[in-house]
Structures are given as C-alpha cells and as structure tokens.
T-cell receptor
Framework: KNQVEQSPQSLIILEGKNCTLQ??????????LRWYKQDTGRGPVSLTI?????NTKSNGRYTATLDADTKQSSLHITASQLSDSASYIC????????????FGAGTILRVKS | GAVVSQHPSWVICKSGTSVKIECRSL??????MFWYRQFPKQSLMLMAT?????????EQGVEKDKFLINHASLTLSTLTVTSAHPEDSSFYIC?????????FGPGTRLTVL
C-alpha cells in the first residue's frame, strides 16, 4: 500500500532556531516528492518539488533532501520565524497513479517568540 | 503566476440545502482540476478528479450524486454539495494542474447547521 508517514506529529521551537521534519514513504516508483506549507484555514503552498533522481532542493530557508534508497525525505528549516508556524505536508506522486498524489498527515510546527 | 482562487471562502448553510463552490485558475488554463476534503487535524483526502468537458472521476466512497462536479471551462470547476448535512461540514480545497504540478486554492470552509 502506498503510504507517506511524517514525524514528528507536532513540534514547538523558539524563533531563530532550526528544525528538521521527517517523511518516510513506501510509494515506489514515484514521479516526484513535494513539501507543502499549509497555514491554518488556507490551501497548501508548494515549498519544494524533487524528482526521484534529485537529492536536495532549496527554497530560501527551506531545504528538502531525498534518499531514494532508504525512502526518506526531510525538510530543514533554518532561522525559523513566527510566520513559519503552519502544517508541513510531505506529498508523493506515484508513477502508477498518474496525476494523483499521496499525502502525509503533516507536521504541525509552532514557532514561539 | 499559477494562482488558484475559490469562492466562497466560507459558507454556512442549513441542513438539506445545496451549496456551490467555485474553483478558478486565474492565470493559466487547467485541463485537470481536483477536489479535496480536509477534516480537522487530518490531511487532504481526494474526492474527485475533474477534466474539462468530461465527467468527473470520483474516489471510492464519494457519492457522485451528492457531490456534483462540473468542469465547464479550462479555468473553472464547480463542486455542488447537494442536500448538505452536518457531517458534510469540512474544509474543501481544489487544485488545478499545469505541467504535472498541482496548485491549490485557498479552500472553502463549509459549515452545515
């Protein structure tokens, strides 16, 4: 069964600190893996998208990594800001599903001042 | 670029009434749009895939007669929740696809009293 599992479920950090969110997936083969940020009451916004052959992708303070051998991805946030408080969702696009996406449950990040 | 809008952003209705939600791709044409539902503290669940000019494809367990989808143009898809009940209360999110990437709308909060 195609699954995407994220950890931790939730996380609280102090403003300015770094953090790393984890994503383990069983989807294989897949076309790409994406990380989205979803603010409360809003739709998801894309942060990074990686094909199966890419190892890392950065977008400002966000850096995503992908290890296809261990089927793990991580999202590293540096110098966190209060506005980073949101849910971060790992999403995998199975090659067999065409356009459909498999969503992780998300990690809820709260940045405190 | 790649902006997707939804209208309304929130709606409250009485049980038994029907509610229509619009999803528009503002600056691009999307042959495929997706409708998702998200319950509190859960991830997005795909309800149906909508292709312009053809019937929508519904996911297992989603009643097509209850959730009517119309994809009349390359920039507009609508979801009508018919005879809404309190259990239909949820956050409905659409996405529009271009170049193998989905861009999400801001979501519509539906509350059925």
């Amino acid at each position: 069964k195609n699954q995407v599992e994220q950890s931790p479920q939730s996380l609280i950090i102090l403003e300015g600190k770094n953090c790393t969110l984890q994503c383990n997936y069983t989807v294989s083969p897949f076309s790409n893996l994406r990380w989205y940020k979803q603010d409360t009451g809003r739709g998801p916004v894309s942060l990074t998208i990686m094909t199966f052959s890419e190892n890392t992708k950065s977008n400002g303070r966000y850096t995503a990594t992908l290890d296809a051998d261990t089927k793990q991805s991580s999202l590293h946030i540096t110098a966190s800001q209060l506005s980073d408080s949101a849910s971060y969702i790992c999403v995998v696009s199975p090659r067999e599903y065409g356009n459909k996406l498999v969503f992780g449950a998300g990690t809820i990040l709260r940045v405190k001042s | 670029g790649a902006v997707v809008s939804q209208h309304p952003s929130w709606v409250i209705c009485k049980s038994g009434t029907s509610v229509k939600i619009e999803c528009r791709s503002l600056d691009f044409q999307a042959t495929t749009m997706f409708w998702y539902r998200q319950f509190p503290k859960q991830s997005l669940m795909l309800m149906a895939t909508s292709n312009e000019g053809s019937k929508a494809t519904y996911e297992q367990g989603v009643e097509k007669d209850k959730f009517l989808i119309n994809h009349a143009s390359l920039t507009l898809s609508t979801l009508t929740v018919t005879s809404a009940h309190p259990e239909d209360s949820s956050f409905y999110i659409c996405s529009a696809q271009i170049y193998n990437e989905q861009f999400f709308g801001p979501g519509t909060r539906l509350t059925v009293l």
